[in-house]
């Protein structure tokens, strides 16, 4: 029979957290390597804060039957300063709570273009390696659970490990179409020591099962290692998989 086919949702949630992982890696390592670069010929001087103005962004956002109004305070900071004998008035790119019209700061700018300043990376890279952690973490997980249970199955597979499961009935599911409830249909295999392992199938209409007392399907399941792991190939049962795992 042909290999496992891995759940492409899985394989698709796993690689897009990993894919924001590594952007937001490349982005903090990005910054602090403009960061590094620009303190070496960076001088300090003293400005004035002349300006704070405050902006409010109202978004609207809808979930369904709800919805809901945010607003998003910024602040932009103006300051004054002079260098080499010349006045500058520029607007600093962060905001720190406590900053104040007419308080003294000291900035950071470069001397071959007065006008560019720069503030420590350092808080938001922290925060944004905290992200690449969380999101590759997520992604990671996915995608490892996913490839360890393919190359698990595949293994049983191509050694042709496996027993027949025995076809012992229908129960119902959770599933309702129509008002009619649907079934599944449930099969057991002796996984050893006298325990009995049970699967069941996809839910089906009531009136189309194709199984009836006495029918088997292959079930692949490595008895030595993990009797309760097991694989129903959708050449087995019901064209649908279900994996034990």
């Not at 420590?120 to 999101?135: E, K, R, Y």
């Given at each position: 029979?042909?290999?496992?086919?891995?759940?492409?949702?899985?394989?698709?949630?796993?690689?897009?957290?990993?894919?924001?992982?590594?952007?937001?890696?490349?982005?903090?390592?990005?910054?602090?390597?403009?960061?590094?670069?620009?303190?070496?010929?960076?001088?300090?001087?003293?400005?004035?804060?002349?300006?704070?103005?405050?902006?409010?962004?109202?978004?609207?956002?809808?979930?369904?039957?709800?919805?809901?109004?945010?607003?998003?305070?910024?602040?932009?900071?103006?300051?004054?300063?002079?260098?080499?004998?010349?006045?500058?008035?520029?607007?600093?790119?962060?905001?720190?709570?406590?900053?104040?019209?007419?308080?003294?700061?000291?900035?950071?700018?470069?001397?071959?273009?007065p006008k560019r300043s720069?503030?420590?990376?350092?808080?938001?890279?922290?925060?944004?390696?905290?992200?690449?952690?969380?999101?590759?973490?997520?992604?990671?997980?996915?995608?490892?659970?996913?490839?360890?249970?393919?190359?698990?199955?595949?293994?049983?597979?191509?050694?042709?490990?496996?027993?027949?499961?025995?076809?012992?009935?229908?129960?119902?599911?959770?599933l309702t179409v129509n008002?009619?409830?649907?079934?599944?249909?449930?099969?057991?295999?002796?996984?050893?020591?006298?325990?009995?392992?049970?699967?069941?199938?996809?839910?089906?209409?009531?009136?189309?099962?194709p199984y009836s007392p006495?029918?088997?399907?292959?079930?692949?399941?490595?008895?030595?290692?993990?009797?309760?792991?097991?694989?129903?190939?959708?050449?087995?049962?019901?064209?649908?998989?279900?994996?034990?795992?």
């Open positions: 029979m042909g290999k496992y086919k891995y759940n492409l949702v899985f394989m698709i949630i796993g690689g897009v957290f990993s894919l924001v992982a590594v952007v937001m890696l490349i982005v903090s390592v990005s910054v602090n390597v403009s960061w590094n670069s620009f303190k070496k010929t960076a001088v300090s001087v003293t400005a004035e804060i002349t300006d704070i103005q405050v902006r409010r962004e109202r978004r609207h956002s809808s979930s369904g039957s709800k919805s809901r109004n945010t607003t998003t305070t910024y602040h932009d900071v103006y300051v004054e300063y002079d260098y080499n004998g010349q006045h500058y008035s520029e607007k600093l790119d962060y905001y720190y709570s406590g900053m104040a019209e007419g308080d003294e700061i000291s900035i950071l700018i470069d001397p071959n273009d720069m503030t420590d990376p350092g808080v938001a890279s922290a925060v944004c390696l905290i992200f690449v952690f969380v999101f590759g973490g997520i992604g990671a997980a996915f995608l490892i659970v996913e490839l360890r249970k393919g190359a698990y199955i595949n293994r049983l597979i191509r050694d042709d490990k496996y027993v027949y499961a025995e076809y012992t009935g229908e129960e119902p599911s959770n008002k009619v409830r649907y079934n599944q249909s449930v099969f057991t295999y002796d996984s050893g020591f006298g325990i009995t392992t049970t699967f069941r199938s996809h839910p089906h209409h009531p009136l189309e099962s006495g029918d088997t399907v292959k079930v692949y399941v490595d008895m030595k290692k993990d009797a309760s792991k097991h694989y129903v190939s959708s050449s087995s049962a019901d064209s649908s998989e279900k994996i034990g795992f």
